[in-house]
């Protein structure tokens, strides 16, 4: 047995307290108390691939958006410009100016979906860098080790991500995998001491319902303090992302959060919430506003579209953003099509307000006993036009 820590019986330093509970759904409106400040959940994390969220300054994500958590990848840190040199240059949080929360991933999904000559076995991963062809290996302990370096609040366990679709056996060897090097990332998480830092599990197991509860039931038995639902948005129907994560869901801790990795459009939100998740990320909002697609609560606006050419109208107008309060659909068409930078900026203030919204939306409807019909509103969102 580990020694017990002050929070909840787990291991590392992140809190979370439940503080209303939708009693229809099951939809949670928590605090996750961290060592950089506390999050309101739900939460949906902004993305910061490469230590930024990109097109936007810290100070805009703090003051304009208030975003209390973001997001970096491991996998692209470790490669450039190296964890021991953020390390060396006061962690992620002095390296990219940021003194709120910071969750990294595990490295695993970036290995499986953008590096070459993957050799998987129970120690770990080879893979080739993206950059310039080395050879790397990834393993439990030293993805650990690259998140401890980086200085995250939230590291993630090594996980096999399996494209889709795959057979039930090769799913099912996949979850004895990653059970495994969650086994050992944890084992050596602990020996660690204590840490500014908490570790969390990501349950595996493909589009299979018995291996995503298998999963999370030997996850379980970790008393980390929190879990992850990984492995999905791989090209699955949506539909059935969201059953794995039902599947999953009701066998993880009630008082720990949950975060599903990788989703999701707007209109998906709630339904997530819905399902007792807490915490999301994705890059759809910061991607889409750069390619000019912006989510408004009437549905999608393409910039590019000629209607929009002498529109003054802000892109959303019942937004408060930054970009919505002083520009008009016309300036924002035109600093897309001439290729400004401006444009990206703008845009993905705007987007990141839409989701962050929306979650705050969502939070104040669960304390207020009436998140059923706001759930209901938000997902009813039209997929194009206005
Ligand atoms: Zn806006």
Not at 75 to 99: A, K, N, Q, S
Request: aromatic content about 8%.
């Amino acid at each position: 047995m580990q020694p017990a820590s002050p929070y909840n019986g787990g291991v590392g330093s992140v809190r979370f307290e439940v503080v209303a509970q939708c009693p229809v759904t099951g939809a949670r409106a928590g605090l996750l108390h961290t060592p950089h400040g506390v999050v309101e959940t739900p939460v949906f994390m902004p993305v910061g691939t490469q230590a930024t969220v990109k097109g936007l300054t810290p100070r805009e994500l703090a003051e304009d958006l208030d975003a209390k958590i973001l997001l970096a990848n491991t996998y692209h840190l470790y490669l450039r410009p190296g964890h021991e040199t953020i390390r060396r240059l006061g962690g992620l949080h002095g390296f990219m100016h940021w003194d709120r929360a910071i969750l990294t991933d595990s490295g695993g999904f970036q290995v499986f979906s953008l590096s070459s000559l993957r050799k998987v076995t129970d120690d770990g991963v080879l893979f080739r860098s993206h950059l310039d062809g080395d050879e790397h290996l990834f393993t439990p302990a030293s993805t650990v080790d690259v998140q401890l370096a980086l200085g995250s609040d939230i590291l993630m366990a090594l996980d096999e991500c399996l494209e889709y679709p795959v057979s039930h056996e090769t799913a099912r060897q996949s979850v004895r995998r990653t059970v495994s090097w969650a086994r050992a990332a944890f084992e050596h998480f602990r020996r660690q001491g204590e840490t500014a830092s908490s570790l969390f599990p990501i349950v595996q197991g493909s589009m299979f319902t018995d291996l995503r509860r298998e999963c999370a039931a030997r996850l379980v038995e970790l008393e980390a303090d929190g879990h992850a639902i990984g492995g999905l948005s791989v090209g699955e129907p949506r539909a059935l992302s969201l059953e794995m994560v039902e599947a999953a869901v009701p066998l993880l801790p009630r008082d720990r959060p949950r975060y599903v990795m990788g989703v999701g459009l707007p209109e998906e939100l709630a339904e997530y919430v819905a399902r007792g998740v807490d915490m999301m990320d994705c890059v759809m909002p910061s991607r889409n506003a750069r390619n000019g697609c912006l989510f408004t609560s009437r549905g999608r606006v393409v910039i590019k579209q000629a209607r929009y050419k002498e529109d003054a109208a802000p892109v959303d107008d019942h937004c408060g953003c930054y970009t919505c309060r002083h520009f008009s659909r016309a300036y924002l068409r035109h600093l897309f099509l001439a290729g400004e930078i401006l444009f990206a900026t703008l845009a993905t203030l705007h987007n990141l307000r839409r989701y962050l919204d929306i979650m705050r939306e969502l939070r104040q409807a669960i304390i207020l006993g009436a998140f059923p019909e706001s759930a209901r509103r938000l997902c009813a969102l039209p997929g194009e036009g206005k």
